[in-house]
């Protein structure tokens, strides 16, 4: 069973942040269901990651699936740095290699093989343009952080060692196979008896098991990454509002924008409508670092 004093972070607005700042020199457990991408300047953070103790090393990519309980223990000499939170769904979606996905869905911290110089500068532009981009620039930065990550994955050998311990076949492995299995059919009906059978467990057990862990039930997850697909989906395409309903999963309309606007506090409407720079700013409430910014 996962320590009590792992915090799941249900009051975050699951969705698509970048910013940048200064990392604490240490944070308790927590866990939220996207997937974290850093990148340190001058220095290097030290995670306690999945039981195991991993390092984001300076001037380079590195990303894990943040679904695993992680805590900051440690920093040393960080100038700056970045954060990306990009939706599981969001990921699952590009595609990227098997090998890469295992590493990932794993516990396992990847840093990126073949660094580019233009990382940092990169960074910077996507924080400073998002808070106040239109619907066509938020739809080019999504885009090209989507091409880095499918870089970054492509870079990786499938043959590398793996130094980071990830976990035997057993209960946290369960969690994560049933996680990753909802985030590739969340758009079909699902219910937890097809969620455990694809695990081979009972359903019970595999319903408890995942509250045990994740601090919330299959049926919340699943309707937490429908919505944050109909996210992408209203600020990626001019689709229309009930269609989005219906191709992320959502039974009804009305069952759509109840779901929507108790994750987020806006309609689907509000929120493509709306820039919202106070999502992504670097003292977001998203921001688990916001009280250590400077003045």
């Given at each position: 069973m996962v320590d009590?004093?792992?915090?799941?972070?249900?009051?975050?607005?699951?969705?698509?942040?970048?910013?940048?700042?200064?990392?604490?020199?240490?944070?308790?457990?927590?866990?939220?269901?996207?997937?974290?991408?850093?990148?340190?300047?001058?220095?290097?953070?030290?995670?306690?990651?999945?039981?195991?103790v991993v390092e984001v090393p300076p001037e380079r990519l590195s990303l894990f699936w943040a679904g695993m309980p992680?805590?900051?223990?440690?920093?040393?000499?960080?100038?700056?740095?970045y954060w990306i939170y990009v939706p599981?769904?969001?990921?699952?979606?590009?595609?990227?290699?098997?090998?890469?996905?295992?590493?990932?869905m794993t516990g396992d911290l990847i840093v990126d093989?073949?660094?580019l110089e233009a990382d940092r500068a990169t960074l910077d532009r996507w924080s400073d343009e998002l808070p106040d981009a239109d619907l066509s620039r938020r739809h080019l930065i999504i885009r090209e952080v989507e091409t880095r990550l499918i870089r970054f994955a492509l870079a990786q050998k499938s043959e590398d060692?793996?130094?980071?311990?990830?976990?035997?076949?057993?209960?946290?492995?369960?969690?994560?196979?049933?996680?990753?299995?909802?985030?590739?059919?969340?758009?079909?009906?699902?219910?937890?008896?097809?969620?455990?059978?694809?695990?081979?467990?009972?359903?019970?057990?595999?319903?408890?098991?995942?509250?045990?862990?994740?601090?919330?039930?299959?049926?919340?997850?699943?309707?937490?990454l429908r919505v944050c697909q109909a996210q992408y989906l209203l600020i990626s395409t001019n689709r229309d509002v009930s269609q989005i309903a219906f191709d992320t999963g959502?039974?009804?309309?009305?069952?759509?924008y109840e779901a929507f606007k108790a994750m987020g506090g806006h309609t689907p409407r509000q929120y493509r409508m709306q820039s919202a720079p106070w999502e992504?700013?670097?003292?977001?409430?998203?921001?688990?670092?916001?009280?250590?910014?400077?003045?």
């Open positions: 009590e004093s792992v915090k799941a972070d249900l009051d975050e607005v699951p969705g698509f942040r970048i910013w940048y700042g200064w990392p604490p020199a240490s944070m308790p457990p927590h866990w939220h269901d996207q997937v974290e991408i850093n990148y340190a300047v001058g220095g290097s953070l030290t995670y306690l990651l999945a039981g195991s992680h805590s900051v223990v440690n920093k040393t000499g960080i100038e700056m740095f599981l769904v969001w990921v699952l979606r590009l595609g990227l290699p098997n090998p890469f996905m295992r590493r990932l093989a073949d660094p060692n793996n130094d980071h311990a990830t976990y035997e076949e057993g209960p946290v492995q369960k969690v994560s196979e049933m996680a990753r299995f909802i985030a590739e059919n969340y758009a079909r009906p699902l219910r937890p008896g097809d969620i455990a059978r694809h695990v081979g467990l009972h359903p019970n057990y595999a319903m408890t098991l995942f509250r045990q862990h994740c601090g919330m039930t299959l049926n919340t997850y699943l309707t937490r959502f039974g009804s309309i009305s069952r759509f992504y700013g670097p003292r977001s409430p998203f921001n688990p670092c916001s009280d250590s910014l400077p003045g």
